[in-house]
């Protein structure tokens, strides 16, 4: 998968530091997954989240990072292997709703 707005996590990182282990090993991951579907993504990532409904009525993947504590939101594009980093943020602000307004 090719991933697109990769800064986010790097400016992540850098707040939260706890979460560099989990970020960089999805780095990882999913730069040399071959992902189709939402089903494929659950086989690595059993908790992540594809059908979050936002209010451009699109829906986006959400996945839980360094146990829960962070919250990472990307668009993902299967048919042309691209995934967009939309947002990253604490658990907290992910509850509140306020991002699905974003996009």
């Known amino acids: 998968m090719r991933?697109?707005?990769e800064p986010a996590i790097a400016r992540f990182i850098r707040k939260h530091g706890d979460s560099?282990?989990?970020l960089?090993?999805?780095l990882v991951?999913?730069?040399s997954a071959s992902w189709q579907s939402i089903?494929?993504?659950k086989l690595t990532y059993a908790t992540a989240d594809g059908g979050v409904r936002v209010a451009s009525g699109a829906k986006v993947t959400v996945f839980d990072v360094s146990g829960n504590r962070y919250r990472l939101i990307v668009d993902v594009i299967y048919s042309i292997q691209t995934i967009t980093?939309?947002?990253l943020m604490t658990h907290g602000e992910y509850s509140k709703n306020l991002w699905k307004r974003r996009y």
């Open 3 to 5: 991933i697109v707005n």
């Open 20 to 22: 560099r282990s989990w």
């Open 24 to 26: 960089e090993n999805w």
């Open 29 to 31: 991951v999913a730069r």
């Open 39 to 41: 089903q494929d993504v």
């Open 85 to 87: 980093i939309l947002e």
